[in-house]
């Protein structure tokens, strides 16, 4: 029996989430449709391709040597379809970006109405997220990070350098103690990470500017984190370029502030295909056309 070459995509879709739940859900299929699409390939191959256990699905011998087969058969269907999807120097097909929420939400969702707007054909998915998805297992095909990337066969690039600074509501200011320097900041409550929900240790911000600092009020998100400090439940670290925006916030001990970089990323071949450059090229463009509101300081 010839094997299903459309059998593929589930194969690398439970590689990667070795899960076949996970992977029907990935695909928009139900998990009989995906346990039977790998039966047949594994009946057609001769040869089975994962174990069942109860923690997920393990790749067998035959399916860790399939594997980076799969993936260069990915690739290449990749650039098949990208071959005829950009006449007249537009793009099309689906473009999937991750990013923290805080530059996802308050900077990039507005932004990318002009790329679609230039590229109606184009399908675009932002996922604005306290935490990092993969490239490696194509959950995303660009990803924003704080951290400084450092896997193989990624291409990435550094967009911008960006603040971040204390602010609390104008209310609570005008209602509470005098903030003259930072041990006055002992007399507040301060508003920061979940620490076992912190997934890069490159957030730690509130520490980094007042190293005694103990939060009152904890969110997973920057949003979150902005919403408790404009109800003027106490004093939080946000980057100028979210803050700035916010009439109702104002810069508490304005001449501590900290600084990060953004790192945009995406896997070296995929980077090829003309979605995704084009897409990166206009994110790239979008923040440094906007660098002084990353970086100027909020009076």
Request: net charge positive.
């Amino acid at each position: 029996m010839n094997p299903n070459w459309d059998d593929i995509r589930f194969f690398l879709s439970v590689s990667r989430t070795s899960s076949f739940v996970a992977a029907a859900q990935q695909l928009h299929v139900t998990h009989c449709t995906v346990s039977r699409r790998i039966s047949a390939l594994e009946a057609a191959l001769g040869a089975e391709l994962f174990i069942r256990t109860e923690r997920g699905c393990l790749a067998t011998h035959a399916g860790e040597k399939l594997l980076p087969i799969a993936e260069e058969l990915e690739r290449a269907a990749l650039k098949f379809q990208d071959c005829v999807s950009h006449a007249d120097g537009q793009v099309s097909g689906k473009i999937r970006i991750g990013c923290p929420d805080g530059l996802g939400n308050c900077f990039l969702a507005q932004k990318l109405k002009l790329l679609q707007t230039q590229n109606p054909l184009l399908e675009v998915e932002l996922v604005s997220v306290p935490f990092y998805y993969s490239l490696s297992k194509r959950e995303v095909d660009i990803i924003i990070t704080v951290k400084k990337p450092g896997a193989k066969k990624i291409v990435s690039e550094n967009i911008t350098d960006y603040k971040l600074g204390l602010f609390a509501s104008a209310h609570y200011i005008n209602t509470s103690c005098a903030i003259k320097e930072l041990s006055d900041l002992k007399q507040h409550k301060l508003i920061g990470y979940i620490d076992d929900l912190l997934y890069d240790q490159e957030l730690r911000f509130i520490e980094e500017i007042y190293p005694s600092a103990q939060t009152g009020f904890r969110s997973s998100t920057v949003l979150g984190q902005m919403s408790a400090i404009k109800a003027g439940i106490g004093i939080g670290v946000l980057p100028f370029f979210m803050a700035r925006e916010e009439a109702e916030l104002v810069p508490v001990l304005p001449e501590r502030w900290i600084e990060r970089k953004f790192w945009i990323q995406a896997d070296a071949e995929s980077k090829k295909i003309s979605r995704v450059k084009k897409t990166m090229d206009f994110i790239v463009s979008a923040i440094r056309s906007n660098k002084s509101i990353f970086t100027s300081p909020i009076c």
